[in-house]
């Protein structure tokens, strides 16, 4: 119909309804004073709406257009990109509201609200948020639904409820399309929302710098094994290795970028699991020595970390094998080896001497590291996230002086003093150990499990993999860090009101468990049913899939659908609902088996007077039951089923039997 | 070419929904297709659909299917809101050439409610009315009535948008209404059968005792009445111009007679018309006489209409 009509009073309301529900979920990454011009431009519509104010004029229009480009270039940066963008749409929902004045105008506005309900999934997909978009989704629906409403009596909820009806019933065809719908690459690249990843992890550390480690509670992945999960202890989640050191800062050396498929020969039982990683902006992933992975654009670099063409900016889901006996490297070349043995120029001289007087006393590399284990055991070495600072000469003053620190501590000092000795050694980051789900049979890995050791190589066996943190304190590897800090109480201290620091109120811990147990399945079944995990899916099902498999699953199972809804909505056994015609038709159906049918457009009367000729015996009582059926159906009389009944009873006797 | 595609497509029409004074909308009586709206609808579908692609966002994918899924549900949701609607004529009362025609309808639910059903022919506007579960809407269509006659308005449109507007559910129905549009009465001279004048002259004189009620059997002259109707008595009294308004006239019945008036055939009709309109108003019997037709001299609402019909018919093939 035109457009030019005015828009119903039921569809504006869901629409200003709509903007409320649509917007909240943004509030978190918009800036501020978009929440302001959506309050004041909603507050100036209602008005509009009471016939208070007018419409904004051209001026007016203009200026706030101008105003909201300028505050999006000045509170973003740029008009383009993701944010910039997002910001954009919100404001133009806003703003378009405010002036629609005809039904064109709503469809806009209805249309943009499913564009900013899309953009919130790219900042948020998680198992709330999608819940909570319904809500938007079904309120815009109404509004949509309140334009075809002439508004006199229709009614908000009712109009809400058949848009929450018609949802309702799309669920079991989204299901199907969801599942069939082949997913695609990218088409081509798209900016992504600036994650405001928290990593435990950072591509260097420099843990003389650092005073106090206040680590999140933030989720960092979840890993499922096929088998027994392995015992806390052997969970070593390597993401990265440091090789080169300045005197401060352990970083990646150069080398370690490039693709080098390092030597090494499975052997033992491998262990299959799967990783549900959150964004972390890295590309690195997380995985137990040594791993394999059919992930696809992912390889295995030359210091057996698992690296990704790019980094993961979305929750990503991967299987991985890795065999945790196998031998690493045991032939080396040694220009691999020089790498690992590099040390600054000048520093550090005690801890370099230490090292020299190691090697004199411990020829044999393993005999050697032993000792630096049990000299961490030993002396009056504690873990601690308040470090204190260390001066220039921080091994030095670590090992002799202070002899306090968390990982990054042990692990950069034990390195340097492997090295001083001439045995290679890098540090080794990544996460330890995890906390078992019990419900959902997994491990979760958190941001404050991040970790830090040493691995050495010995001629013949290869790497090794030791924890000089394990010496120090062995029930941050075998209990955890929050045991480990009992006497500090460092734990999580910058989130007072986090569930984490309230493990030991047992229905909070498990109501928490829970709760992980339900988003660990919605990543894992949801969010990365994406292009291998479909098709692994698929093949389960139906074996061998094609697009012709796909095409018939999702044509056959749509049609199927439709037609169970149909049948639901159109209810054909529910059609001769009236039970006065029901009856009559059980009349007619018994006048012809004696040979007397109804013409089509026959009254009852005309019917029954014919039928009454051709069976004169029965004629009284055929006259008997049109008569009834004739009072009630047109003389007004009250309906009566059970007296028809009676009258059709006679019939049925006076009538012979055929 | 279109012409006769438009013949067949009215041919197969009314093979599909032949005319009947009460028509249900069955599955073969109900088109469907998507909207303007709906291809706007779906062209935003595509355009989440590729952020979901280039994002690799399963809630983008998501909600995407639920709206497509939507899309498709409405379908049948559009169609069961036009499904099992009846609709009846209920009369169309005659009209002067010139007035609205109105059309009544009636719309019955046999079961659910019915909401924004749109019916309207094509050339005039669209009315919308909703229909209560095991309800009764009324609605009266017009149009305009251009030449007398019978007015068949040709195949309803009714159509329903509900409840998303990305759908829309038509179907053409012919109640087989027809509405009988008289001529349009034009103020003239009194065509009286020849012959008659005389006796007038007598009774318009009587008229004008104190027996008359309000109205005068004399009235001032105006150019365009007939020269013949002139009172010479009242002139040569000196009382000015004056006519003989037949109105007066009481005790005989007047002829209308159509060969006593010149002019082209509606003209004459007009003219016709309005005499037999103000005749009966005053309840005063009269004949009216048409080629090949006469009736006769009557009063009351059923002479009235019987002669307006052969008015609106006359030279029509019946």
């Given at each position: 119909m035109s457009g030019q009509a005015d828009i119903p009073r039921i569809s504006l309301t869901w629409l200003l309804v709509a903007q409320l529900l649509v917007i909240v979920p943004?509030?978190?990454?918009?800036?501020?004073?978009?929440?302001?011009?959506?309050?004041?431009?909603?507050?100036?519509?209602?008005?509009?709406?009471?016939?208070?104010?007018?419409?904004?004029?051209?001026?007016?229009k203009a200026g706030l257009l101008l105003g909201t480009a300028v505050g999006v270039l000045l509170s973003r940066g740029s008009l383009i990109g993701l944010d910039a963008g997002v910001v954009l749409l919100v404001a133009a929902f806003i703003l378009k509201l405010l002036e629609m004045r005809?039904?064109?105008?709503?469809?806009?506005?209805?249309?943009?609200?499913?564009?900013?309900?899309?953009?919130?999934?790219?900042?948020?997909?998680?198992?709330?948020?999608?819940?909570?978009?319904?809500?938007?989704?079904?309120?815009?629906?109404?509004?949509l639904i309140g334009l075809q409403q002439s508004g006199v009596a229709a009614q908000p909820w009712a109009t809400a409820r058949l848009a929450a009806g018609l949802l309702l019933q799309a669920v079991p065809l989204m299901l199907l399309l969801f599942v069939f719908f082949p997913r695609l690459g990218p088409l081509w690249s798209l900016p992504l929302p600036s994650e405001r990843a928290v990593s435990g992890l950072a591509e260097s550390m420099a843990p003389a710098d650092i005073a106090e480690l206040s680590r999140s509670g933030?989720?960092?992945?979840?890993?499922?094994?096929?088998?027994?999960?392995?015992?806390?202890?052997?969970?070593?989640?390597?993401?990265?290795?440091?090789?080169?050191?300045?005197?401060?800062?352990?970083?990646?050396?150069?080398?370690?970028?490039?693709?080098?498929?390092?030597?090494?020969?499975?052997?033992?039982?491998?262990?299959?699991?799967?990783?549900?990683?959150?964004?972390?902006?890295?590309?690195?992933?997380?995985?137990?020595?040594?791993?394999?992975?059919?992930?696809?654009?992912?390889?295995?670099?030359?210091?057996?970390?698992?690296?990704?063409?790019?980094?993961?900016?979305?929750?990503?889901?991967?299987?991985?094998?890795?065999?945790?006996?196998?031998v690493r490297e045991p032939a080396a070349s040694s220009d691999s080896l020089r790498r690992v043995l590099q040390l600054p120029e000048d520093g550090d001289p005690r801890s370099r001497a230490w090292g020299a007087e190691l090697k004199r006393q411990y020829p044999q590399p393993g005999q050697l590291v032993q000792a630096v284990l049990s000299h961490f055991n030993r002396e009056p070495f504690g873990y601690t996230l308040r470090p204190p600072r260390l001066g220039l000469n921080s091994i030095d003053d670590f090992l002799f002086e202070s002899r306090n620190g968390f990982c990054a501590h042990y692990a950069g000092a034990m390195t340097f003093v492997l090295r001083a000795a001439g045995i290679p050694a890098r540090v080794v980051a990544g996460y330890q150990g995890g906390e078992y789900n019990p419900?959902?049979?997994?491990?979760?890995?958190?941001?404050?499990?991040?970790?830090?050791?040493?691995?050495?190589?010995?001629?013949?066996?290869?790497?090794?993999?030791?924890?000089?943190?394990?010496?120090?304190?062995?029930?941050?590897?075998?209990?955890?860090?929050?045991?480990?800090?009992?006497?500090?109480?460092?734990?999580?201290?910058?989130?007072?009101?986090?569930?984490?620091?309230?493990?030991?109120?047992?229905?909070l811990n498990q109501l928490r468990l829970g709760w992980d147990n339900l988003n660990h399945g919605w990543q894992r079944l949801v969010l990365g049913y994406q292009g291998a995990q479909q098709l692994e899916l698929l093949q389960r099902w139906f074996g061998r899939i094609d697009a012709r498999v796909l095409a018939l699953g999702l044509v056959g199972g749509g049609g199927l659908l439709l037609g169970l809804l149909a049948l639901w909505l159109f209810k054909p056994w529910q059609r001769a609902r009236d039970p006065q015609q029901r009856l009559f038709r059980r009349f007619e159906r018994l006048l012809a088996r004696h040979a007397v049918l109804r013409q089509p457009g026959e009254g009852a009367r005309a019917f029954a007077e014919r039928a009454a000729l051709a069976l004169p015996a029965q004629a009284q009582a055929i006259h008997d039951f049109a008569a009834a059926f004739e009072a009630q159906r047109y003389a007004g009389q009250e309906p009566c089923s059970a007296l028809l009944r009676a009258h059709l009873r006679v019939l049925r006797r006076a009538l012979p039997w055929r | 070419m279109r012409q006769l595609?438009?013949?067949?497509?009215?041919?197969?029409?009314?093979?599909?929904?032949?005319?009947?004074?009460?028509?249900?909308?069955?599955?073969?009586?109900?088109?469907?297709?998507?909207?303007?709206?709906?291809?706007?609808?779906?062209?935003?579908?595509?355009?989440?659909?590729l952020a979901a692609i280039n994002y690799?966002?399963?809630?983008?994918?998501?909600?995407?299917?639920?709206?497509?899924?939507?899309?498709?549900?409405?379908?049948?949701?559009?169609?069961?809101?036009?499904?099992?609607?009846?609709?009846?004529?209920?009369?169309?009362?005659s009209?002067?050439?010139?007035?609205?025609?109105?059309?009544?309808?009636?719309?019955?639910?046999?079961?659910?409610?019915?909401?924004?059903?749109?019916?309207?022919?094509?050339?005039?506007?669209?009315?919308?009315?909703?229909?209560?579960?095991?309800?009764?809407?009324?609605?009266?269509?017009?149009?305009?009535?251009?030449?007398?006659?019978?007015?068949?308005?040709?195949?309803?449109?009714?159509?329903?948008?509900?409840?998303?507007?990305?759908?829309?559910?038509?179907?053409?129905?012919?109640?087989?209404?027809?509405?009988?549009?008289?001529?349009?009465?034009?103020?003239?001279?009194?065509?009286?059968?020849?012959?008659?004048?005389?006796?007038?002259?007598?009774?318009?004189?009587?008229?004008?005792?104190?027996?008359?009620?309000?109205?005068?059997?004399?009235?001032?002259?105006?150019?365009?009445?007939?020269k013949r109707r002139l009172h010479w008595k009242a002139y040569s009294r000196g009382q000015g111009l004056l006519v003989k308004d037949f109105a007066a006239l009481s005790g005989r019945e007047p002829w209308l007679d159509f060969e006593a008036l010149a002019g082209d055939v509606e003209l004459r009709l007009s003219l016709l018309c309005y005499w037999v309109l103000q005749l009966s108003e005053r309840q005063q019997p009269f004949a009216l006489c048409l080629p090949g037709q006469l009736l006769a001299p009557a009063s009351g609402e059923q002479h009235r209409d019987a002669c307006l019909r052969a008015l609106a018919l006359f030279g029509t093939p019946a």
């Open positions: 943004h509030l978190s990454h918009l800036p501020l004073w978009i929440v302001g011009l959506w309050l004041g431009c909603a507050a100036w519509r209602i008005q509009v709406l009471r016939m208070r104010a007018g419409y904004p004029n051209a001026w007016v005809t039904r064109r105008d709503a469809l806009v506005v209805i249309f943009l609200g499913f564009f900013v309900v899309v953009s919130a999934y790219l900042f948020d997909d998680s198992l709330l948020a999608a819940l909570f978009s319904l809500l938007p989704v079904t309120a815009l629906l109404a509004a933030g989720l960092a992945f979840r890993a499922s094994f096929a088998g027994a999960v392995p015992p806390r202890e052997q969970l070593y989640w390597r993401a990265l290795t440091f090789e080169h050191f300045d005197g401060r800062r352990w970083s990646q050396s150069a080398f370690a970028r490039l693709p080098q498929v390092p030597a090494w020969e499975k052997q033992g039982e491998p262990l299959h699991y799967s990783i549900v990683m959150q964004p972390s902006s890295q590309s690195w992933l997380f995985a137990l020595d040594v791993a394999e992975t059919s992930l696809e654009n992912t390889r295995q670099m030359s210091d057996y970390r698992l690296q990704r063409g790019r980094p993961v900016e979305r929750t990503l889901l991967y299987q991985v094998t890795s065999w945790p006996a196998a419900g959902g049979d997994y491990v979760q890995v958190r941001q404050f499990d991040a970790h830090a050791w040493v691995e050495y190589w010995q001629a013949g066996k290869g790497w090794v993999s030791v924890d000089p943190t394990f010496q120090v304190a062995p029930e941050r590897i075998e209990l955890g860090l929050e045991e480990a800090l009992v006497d500090e109480q460092s734990f999580l201290e910058g989130s007072p009101f986090s569930p984490l620091r309230y493990r030991q109120l047992t229905w | 595609l438009k013949r067949h497509w009215q041919r197969w029409l009314s093979r599909r929904i032949p005319p009947a004074a009460s028509v249900r909308l069955t599955q073969r009586r109900i088109f469907i297709v998507p909207t303007r709206v709906g291809v706007v609808f779906a062209l935003a579908l595509l355009l989440m659909l690799q966002n399963s809630l983008a994918y998501a909600l995407t299917f639920l709206l497509a899924s939507v899309f498709i549900v409405a379908i049948l949701h559009t169609y069961r809101n036009l499904a099992g609607l009846v609709l009846k004529a209920a009369g169309a009362p009209v002067f050439v010139g007035e609205q025609g109105p059309f009544r309808l009636r719309l019955e639910s046999s079961a659910r409610a019915h909401q924004a059903i749109t019916l309207g022919w094509p050339s005039t506007a669209y009315q919308t009315r909703d229909v209560p579960a095991q309800g009764v809407s009324e609605c009266e269509l017009s149009l305009p009535a251009l030449r007398r006659g019978w007015l068949r308005p040709g195949r309803l449109r009714v159509e329903s948008r509900f409840p998303l507007g990305i759908l829309v559910a038509w179907s053409w129905v012919d109640l087989d209404q027809a509405l009988l549009v008289y001529p349009q009465p034009l103020e003239g001279e009194l065509p009286l059968a020849a012959g008659a004048d005389d006796e007038l002259d007598e009774q318009g004189m009587r008229a004008q005792g104190p027996g008359s009620e309000d109205f005068q059997g004399l009235k001032r002259y105006q150019p365009g009445d007939s």
